[in-house]
C-alpha cells in the first residue's frame, strides 16, 4: 500500500457550544454536535487535543459555559498493519458509504491467530484502500469461517458508528437458512444466555442465570420457524434478535437439533433409516455446518431508507435439501 493510501484524512470542524448545553460534560455536548462519531472516540479525541475549547486544550469531564468557540480536529488514522489482497469479493450492493458482501463459505472474516491473511478484510483493503482508515475496516458483524451468506461494511468511520448504533440496538433485520438434525414441530423463540463453555475454553454453551462460577452469559434470543419438513430433518428459518458468538449453532443444538454438518455442536451425525446411498454419503461428506445468512435488513446510514438484500443459499445446501426431498419421497 502506498504512501498516499495510508496518508491520515484530516477534517478541521468548528462550532459554537449552545447556551442550552451549560453545566453539561464537555464529552457529552460534543457527542450531541457530532452523533455519528461514538461516545468513546470524542473522548479519546479531547485526551489527544484535537477538539479546543476556546482554542484550550480540555478534559472529557470539564463543564461547558454556553457560547464557547470549539474546534474539532477529526483524525482518520491508518487503523492496522494488514495486507491488501487480490481476492475476488461477491459484491451485491456498493455506494459511498457501505458495502454488502455475500460471503462465501470457508472465508474468514477477519485475521486472527492462524490467519493473518487470506480474509474478508484483506480483501476489502485491496478493493477499497482507503478502508484502511476504518476500523477493523468496516467490518460491522461476523460471519463464522464456514457460514456463507450477507454481511455489511461500513467504508467511512461515521458509516460504522451508525451501523453499529443499529446492530446494538436490534433494529437489523438478518434472517438465515438452516438444516437441523431431527424432525421439529413448530416454530418457537430460544431465550437462552450464552458464555463460554465451562471446560472447552474455545465453545461457547448455553448458560443458566446462576453463571458458571461467578460468570453470566450474556442474553441470547433466537427465533425460528419451519420452512421445510424432511424425514429426520428439518429447514428452518432463524431470525436473530442477540447476535453472539456462534448462537444459531449452541441454541439449535441446546434443543437437541444441531444444524447439519456442524464439526463443533453437532455432534455424532445421526443418518435416518432405509437412507439411500447417495443422501449417505453427501451426509458424511458435508463437514461445514449447513447455515446460510440470507436476508440482510438495515437503515441507509446517510439517507434514512430501509434497505434490504437477499442472497440464495449456496450449492452445497441446495443440493443437500433436494437429497433430503427425494429420501422424504421415497419414504411416504
Known amino acids: 500500500m502506498n504512501a498516499e493510501q495510508n496518508a491520515q484524512q484530516c477534517e478541521q470542524r468548528q ?42 486544550v480540555c478534559k472529557p469531564k470539564n463543564k461547558v459555559s454556553g457560547g464557547e468557540s470549539l ?25 459511498d458509504s457501505l458495502i454488502v458482501i455475500n460471503k462465501p463459505i470457508g472465508l474468514v472474516v477477519h485475521p486472527a491467530v492462524g490467519n493473518h491473511t487470506g480474509t474478508l478484510l484483506n480483501a476489502l483493503l485491496f478493493h477499497c484502500p482507503e478502508l484502511i482508515n476504518v476500523p477493523r475496516a468496516g467490518i460491522v458483524h461476523r460471519l463464522d469461517k464456514d457460514t456463507s451468506g450477507l454481511l455489511v461494511v461500513a467504508k467511512t468511520l461515521q458509516a460504522q458508528t451508525h451501523l453499529v448504533n443499529q446492530l446494538q440496538n436490534r433494529a437489523f433485520d438478518r434472517e438465515y437458512e438452516t438444516i437441523v438434525q431431527g ?40 427465533h425460528y420457524r419451519i420452512k421445510e419438513r424432511y424425514c ?64 440482510l435488513g438495515l437503515e441507509h446510514p446517510d439517507t434514512g431508507e430501509w434497505m434490504e438484500w437477499d442472497a440464495e443459499i449456496p450449492d452445497d445446501m441446495q443440493k443437500l435439501k433436494r437429497l433430503l426431498e427425494d429420501y422424504t419421497q421415497e419414504q411416504s
Not at 79 to 93: F, H, M, R, T
Open 15 to 56: 462550532f459554537q457550544i449552545p447556551m442550552e448545553a451549560f453545566g453539561q460534560r464537555l464529552d457529552q455536548t460534543v457527542a450531541t454536535l457530532l452523533p455519528e462519531y461514538s461516545r468513546s472516540r470524542i473522548q479519546q479525541w479531547i485526551k489527544q487535543g484535537k477538539i479546543l475549547v476556546n482554542g484550550e
Open 71 to 95: 474546534v474539532v480536529t477529526i483524525e482518520q488514522e491508518q487503523q492496522g498493519e494488514w495486507v491488501a489482497e487480490q481476492i475476488p469479493l461477491d459484491i451485491v450492493y456498493e455506494d
Open 183 to 222: 424432525e421439529l414441530i413448530s416454530g418457537g423463540t430460544i431465550d437462552e444466555a450464552i458464555g463460554r463453555h465451562p471446560v472447552h475454553r474455545v465453545k461457547m454453551a448455553v448458560v443458566r442465570n446462576h453463571g458458571y462460577g461467578n460468570k453470566q452469559g450474556k442474553e441470547a434470543i433466537t
Open 232 to 295: 429426520g430433518y428439518t429447514c428452518l428459518q432463524v431470525k436473530l434478535e442477540t447476535g453472539r458468538t456462534h448462537q444459531i449453532r449452541v441454541h439449535l443444538a441446546h434443543i437437541n437439533s444441531p444444524v447439519v454438518g456442524d464439526q463443533v455442536y453437532g455432534g455424532r451425525l445421526r443418518l435416518p433409516s432405509n437412507c439411500s446411498d447417495s443422501l449417505k454419503q453427501f451426509l458424511n461428506q458435508f463437514k461445514r455446518q449447513a447455515l446460510h445468512a440470507r436476508r
